[in-house]
Nanobody
Framework: VQLQASGGGLVQAGDSLRLSCAVSGGTFITYIMGWFRQAPGKEREFVAA????????DYADSVKGRFAVSRDNVKNTVYLQMNSLKHEDTAVYYCAAGRATSVSDDAAKFDYWGQGTQVTVSS
């Protein structure tokens, strides 16, 4: 299973970005999908996750109300819409796929990981 994240970039505080993650080599609809991020000098942290059918989502408190995760089970792609970006959102963002039966914020529940895309928010 391969995951290819894209859409990162350099933006100003208050701007928006949409990350995409295309999945190939597996049965996309059977995976929960998640987004994690890692800032320099910090541990990787959970950002958002979405269930197989997209009806259940979960968010880190730090992004609730600003970020939205969605998926297209025809295009085998998961998205992360990021609005009202803050400097502290600066990180490498990773998408991940898991065979768990429900959404999770636990990185251990995700079996496949993408290579990451850099998001830099200038203040």
């Amino acid at each position: 299973v391969q995951l290819q994240a894209s859409g990162g970039g350099l933006v100003q505080a208050g701007d928006s970005l949409r990350l995409s993650c295309a999945v190939s080599g597996g049965t996309f609809i059977t995976y929960i999908m998640g987004w994690f991020r890692q800032a320099p000098g910090k541990e990787r942290e959970f950002v958002a996750a979405i269930s197989w059918g997209g009806r259940s989502t979960d968010y880190a408190d730090s992004v609730k109300g600003r970020f939205a995760v969605s998926r297209d089970n025809v295009k085998n792609t998961v998205y992360l819409q990021m609005n009202s970006l803050k400097h502290e959102d600066t990180a490498v963002y990773y998408c991940a796929a898991g065979r768990a039966t429900s959404v999770s914020d636990d990185a251990a529940k995700f079996d496949y990981w993408g290579q990451g895309t850099q998001v830099t928010v200038s203040s």
